[in-house]
């Protein structure tokens, strides 16, 4: 079996850390995560709060991966971003412990000081949201930059030493021709990255273009476009040199992103900042989303959180899969799923998984590491379909 | 009304009339008149109001109203007798014109002679009854007397002279028509020394008070505490409450001959009332039955099913519930392979039918699935029997019957002349027969012919308005069954037979149905993750086929590890909505799919 990355590398047992910094310089109109449009926030309050929730809640983690997203993470000045880092890596010794650390960087706020300040707080893979080289589809979602300034984020990151970059783009955007998203694919290529995500655009619910949608003036493109253009990236993808390994997310060999996989493989995460979210123990803990609530909740006293929650077994197995299923070639350890959980998924009521093995969509392999239930090329772009099927009757 | 009149101071009479034509609002000028109402209960439409049915804790929607009235010094008493409104056929009007001697026939001086009104006159001369034509709103500016009065002689053979003109709005014309009331609708005949003789001509279910029968006295006499006998339900009964309504409810000790009243017994069940029924003693002499009157045979049926087979009882209950106040509703428990167990329901017509389905979700509200109505078709089998089948999953092999037969209603169509050929056109292309055309006015004409109701119930209504600018109205006479050379259309989806989307058709247009029904298929079920073959067959034949593409990409294309809990709940939702959908082997089918047989799409 061929795996994303050697299974030694990231550990079971040991966590990743995960940064929220929530604030975008403007709103997205694909985008559903826990951002807002920074209109002049205290951000070196925030940098407090962020040391503070991590202080009081996981001095001395060490963690194996470190991710700090947003958000926006480089619409921080770089003496604050260096404040940040420094801080972290005090409380929380990640400069040493992590195997891999990332930082988001959006392109119109990328620029060499910025860079530099990410390199010397100890950050050693840099992800830029492109999205996309074209003017027009830019300005569609609102992006607060041109092709132009992509290039010019490349440039500053690798000045600064960054060796590890990926860029974010998206596909499928109605009315697009193929031929478009070869053209931008070829061009992001051609910035020499170790690592692509390549996103479908997705109709999130609530969002101002899921809206435009329902109001009928504007229409996701047909699913069959959607597979050609699916086909048509790993194809170049893989001409470039670039291996899938999750359903969105590409890489030379050995640079998948650690901190995703261990997400995937649902391995412990500490989420820190507003709204984030951390898994651990079979608990599952969010914070509260809105940023000046939950900094007021941390300066009072609080630690930050919105809810925690216990899901019951069947739902842990289940997220287990609909994570684990995303990666290609490494799919999910069955034996895994059952330590972790308490629950074997070969033993389902109605036994749903065996009914998707016999329809072609998923299978089970075995290996020197147990059995490992995995898509076939045929289910993979259709997960979501075997996913729904695996659902556990009950709420979790 | 303590003193009783006498059999020729008594007159029962209803009013006929096409839809709309004011017949709500004349009722309420002649109660004023009457009295019976007072003047400022501004409500209009008293015989339609439920606010007014209380009384007691009942509700009744009056079947009648006694009216009490002073013509050229002696009090008469009129009864007035309601008559169902909205029909699919005119023979649910008879059992309302049984109980009358005379009819006033109400025509709106603007709109003219509609199908309606000549269905309904037609059924009150063929009884032998006092037809008198009323020409209402003759106060609207676009009000043309002379036009429907030359129709009214023409079509009807009714003597313009005898034609009374009034505003139901104002009142005006309303006194002469009470006079005309009395001079010319005969009295009724009886004798209170006979045996106990009454015609059960409409009866209601009450919460309260159970079911309340609505009687036309003929002979003898009924009084509370009595105990009475239905000869054709042979139940027997006790008088608990009699009463008249005036309109609201008003108990009495006794009703004598031509008298029109309710009563009250421990019924449970409006079914266990037949309309149409004879009233008489339990014990001594019985009178016989009185003739003429017919069981309406439901001509429309179509199954209906639960969303969630769990509900499978409650919609049982629901139906029970609206039987208890509609007596003409059938159902049978039935199952489907695609729908699981639900009912198969029987109704007069295609009218009746979504009434009784807009009152069962608005009052259950429970999610139905309802396959394509069909109408009843006798099969002739092999050796001679005759059995009748209400679903087209019943029809046996064709090895092992003769013929089907199917039912045909003469239809009367009434149109501009210049839809004459639009409508020709529809009604043979729908298989019709022609049978005669007659001129009503120089703009004005009337179609008849023979249709098979199977036809009538794709559409045609929607297609007779639309091929007449809204100005076609139609009704159609008692359905007689006939044979044709039908097929079973079988609809297979996915390589699995959908037996709730099998149809019987003419053999003619069979192919044409089987694709336009696949057509409509491919437009309602989702694309599935493999391709569904949809296929239409006659007699193991497939006729057509069509498919519905594999549905090629369906992922998740952006989930890590912070957002595990949003996108689980996203395709919870996800999940839940294919939940509403029943499922034809692997295929999922949304509820309106069941209704694509209905789809013409020429």
Sequence with gaps: MELATPPGVLLESLPSLYVHLPFCKSRCRYCDFNAWVWKGQDLGRLVDALLQEAELRVPGLRPQTFFLGGGTPSLLPPEELLRLLQGLDAILDFRDSSLESSMEANPESFDEATAEAAVAGGLNRISIGAQSFRPPVLAAYDRPHGPEDIEKAVASARGAGFENLNLDLIFAFPGQDPLEWEADLNRALRLGPQHLSCYELTFEPGTPLTRKRDAGRMEEEDSDLCLHLFDRTLEICSEAGLDRYEISNFSLPGMACLHNLAGWRRLPLVGIGPGACGWGDGVHRKNISDPAAWQADLEGGGDGLEESSTPNSQTSAFEHLMMGLRLEKEGVRLSRVKESTGVNVEDLPGDPLALLVAEGLLEILSGPEGRVLRATPAGFPLLDHSLQRLLPEGRG | ?602
């Design chain 2, 1 to 602: 009304m303590s003193k009783k009149l006498p059999l020729h101071r008594i007159r029962n009479f209803s009013i006929i009339a096409h839809i709309d034509h004011g017949k709500s609002t004349l009722a309420d000028r002649l109660m004023e008149h009457a009295g019976a109402v007072d003047k400022n209960r501004s409500r209009d439409q008293l015989l339609d109001s439920m606010d007014l049915e209380r009384e007691r804790g009942i509700t009744i929607k009056a079947a009648s109203v006694a009216l009490e009235v002073d013509v050229r010094g002696e009090m008469h008493l009129l009864n007035l007798i309601d008559t169902p409104g909205h029909v699919d056929f005119s023979y649910e009007v008879e059992k309302s014109l049984q109980a009358c001697e005379g009819a006033l026939l109400l025509i709106d001086a603007a709109q003219g002679i509609q199908a309606q009104t000549v269905a309904n006159a037609t059924l009150a001369m063929d009884q032998d009854m006092e037809v008198i034509p009323v020409l209402n709103k003759i106060d609207l500016p676009h009000a043309r007397p002379e036009e429907v009065l030359e129709q009214l002689e023409h079509v009807l053979l009714l003597e313009s002279e005898s034609c009374i003109s009034c505003s139901a709005k104002t009142g005006k014309g309303v006194e002469e028509l009470i006079e005309a009331v009395v001079d010319r609708v005969p009295a009724p005949t009886g004798d209170q020394d006979n045996p106990l003789r009454a015609l059960i001509f409409d009866a209601k279910y009450d919460e309260y008070r159970g079911v309340i029968v609505n009687l036309r006295m003929v002979d003898g006499v009924i009084r509370k505490g009595d105990m009475v006998h239905m000869l054709g339900a042979k139940a027997d009964y006790e008088v608990l409450e009699l009463g008249k309504f005036t309109p609201d409810p008003k108990p009495c000790d006794s009703l004598e001959p031509g008298e029109v009243g309710y009563l009250i017994s421990n019924i449970k069940k409006l079914g266990d009332v037949h309309i149409g029924d004879t009233l008489t003693v339990q014990k001594g002499e019985r009178a016989s039955r009185l003739p003429g009157y017919r069981e309406p045979q439901p001509m429309v049926w179509c199954g209906l099913y639960p969303v969630r087979s769990g509900d499978f009882e409650n919609l049982r209950s629901a139906l029970n519930t609206l039987k208890l106040n509609d007596s003409s509703l059938v159902f049978e428990p039935e199952s489907s392979d695609a729908l699981g167990f639900g009912f198969r329901c029987g109704f007069l017509g295609l009218l009746h039918m979504e009434i009784v389905q807009e009152r069962l979700e608005r009052e259950s509200g429970l999610d139905i699935v309802q396959t394509a109505p069909t109408v009843p078709y006798e099969i002739l089998m092999q050796g001679g029997n005759l059995h009748t089948i209400h679903s087209p999953g019943e029809l046996p092999e064709s090895n092992l019957y003769e013929e089907i037969r199917e039912p045909v209603v003469t239809t009367h169509l009434l149109i501009p002349v210049e839809a004459i050929g639009a409508i020709m056109h529809l009604c043979s292309e729908r298989r019709g027969r022609f049978l005669r055309q007659e001129h009503l006015s120089p703009t004005r004409v009337m179609l008849t012919w023979d249709l098979p109701l199977s036809e009538i119930i794709f559409d045609f209504y929607d297609k007779l308005k639309s091929g007449t600018r809204g100005y076609g109205t139609m009704n159609m006479d008692e359905p007689r069954f006939e044979a044709a050379d039908l097929v079973k259309l079988r609809i297979l989806v996915g390589g699995n037979e959908a037996d709730a989307l099998s149809i019987i058709c003419h053999k003619e247009v069979a192919e044409r149905r089987g694709r336009s029904v696949l057509r409509k298929l491919q437009k309602e079920i989702p694309r599935h993750q493999f391709e569904v073959a949809l296929q239409a067959s006659i007699g193991g034949k497939i006729v057509a086929r069509e498919s519905i593409r594999a549905l090629s990409k369906n992922v998740t294309a952006k989930c890590y590890g912070g957002d595990i809990t949003r996108k689980r709940k996203l395709l919870e939702q996800q999940k839940k909505g294919k939940k509403r959908m029943k499922s034809i082997g692997n295929v999922e089918v949304p509820q309106k799919a069941f209704l694509a047989v209905l789809s013409t799409d020429e």
